[in-house]
Structure formats: C-alpha cells, structure tokens
C-alpha cells in the first residue's frame, strides 16, 4: 500500500493511461491512486476511465496549464470533450483559458452546441426556443 502513495504512484497512472491500459488503470485507482491533471487529460480515448478518474480517483476537470477539455477539443476528442461537460467541466473557463486558440474555442462552443442538442431533449429546446424569439427580434 506504501508503494502505490505519492509521485510514483502518479506516475504509474498516467503510464498505464498513456498505454490504453484500462484494466491497470481500474486496479491503480481501486488501491487508492489519486489522478493528477495529466492522467485526465490523457484519457481522451474511454469515458468510462474519464468517469472513474473524476468521480474516484480526484481528477478536477478545469484544472491544469492547458485544461482538459481544451485539450480533448484540440486533439479532436469530440466524444470526450462532451462527456467531460456531461461531468461538469466549465465552457466559460475553457472558452477564457489563456492560451486557448481562437480555432480551439470555435471548436469548443461547436461541441458544446453538439452537447446540448443530444442532451436536451427536442420539447425543451424548442420552449426556450419559443421563449428567446422576443429576445431575439428586440436584438435584431
């Protein structure tokens, strides 16, 4: 239990999420390991590794230099970056990030848009929809 505390055992889950190697990260996590930002960002390739590294492991979803869901956009992990948002992760804060690129927050509020179309269902927009058109024709 020792062995697996501290920098080692960070490291050891972010190569076995690095290598794909969910069997080693489910086990990693299951004696204790805490994700670093790192490990996250690295996960683009499963959601469920994403869930457990958020809701066991400690991952936070708008931290780091280049932030998550920054990174899943700018690498084109559509799937990922949606699911990290379905986890909480911050549209503001990704959108004001500093070096987030202009192309990068296109592509963010792109999945974001996507995100919520599948997310919500059709009568609920088309309400807000109907409730915005006043809005909208006092901004036109």
Same mark, same amino acid.
């Given at each position: 239990?020792?062995?697996?505390?501290?920098?080692?055992?960070?490291?050891?889950?972010? @190569?076995?999420?690095?290598?794909?190697?969910?069997?080693?990260?489910?086990?990693?996590?299951?004696?204790?390991?805490?994700?670093?930002?790192?490990?996250?960002?690295?996960? @683009?390739?499963?959601?469920?590794?994403?869930? +457990?590294?958020?809701?066991?492991?400690?991952?936070?979803?708008?931290?780091?230099?280049?932030? /998550?869901?920054?990174?899943?956009?700018?690498?084109?992990?559509?799937?990922?970056?949606?699911?990290?948002i379905q986890l909480g992760a911050s549209?503001?804060?990704?959108?004001?990030h500093l070096p987030t690129t202009a192309?990068?927050?296109?592509?963010?509020?792109?999945?974001? @848009?996507?995100? +919520?179309?599948?997310?919500? /269902?059709? @009568?609920?927009?088309?309400?807000?929809?109907t409730s915005l058109n006043p809005l909208?024709?006092?901004?036109?």
């Amino acid at each position: 239990r020792k062995v697996l505390e501290g920098f080692i055992a960070k490291e050891a889950l972010n @190569h076995a999420v690095d290598r794909q190697n969910r069997a080693v990260v489910y086990w990693l996590v299951r004696q204790g390991v805490r994700a670093d930002d790192d490990a996250l960002s690295r996960a @683009h390739w499963d959601v469920d590794v994403i869930s +457990l590294l958020v809701r066991e492991a400690g991952a936070h979803v708008d931290r780091g230099w280049r932030q /998550p869901l920054v990174r899943f956009v700018g690498g084109g992990h559509d799937t990922a970056a949606q699911h990290l948002i379905q986890l909480g992760a911050s549209v503001d804060r990704a959108l004001t990030h500093l070096p987030t690129t202009a192309r990068d927050k296109q592509r963010i509020l792109s999945v974001y @848009h996507d995100y +919520l179309n599948r997310s919500v /269902p059709t @009568h609920a927009m088309r309400h807000i929809n109907t409730s915005l058109n006043p809005l909208r024709t006092l901004s036109a």
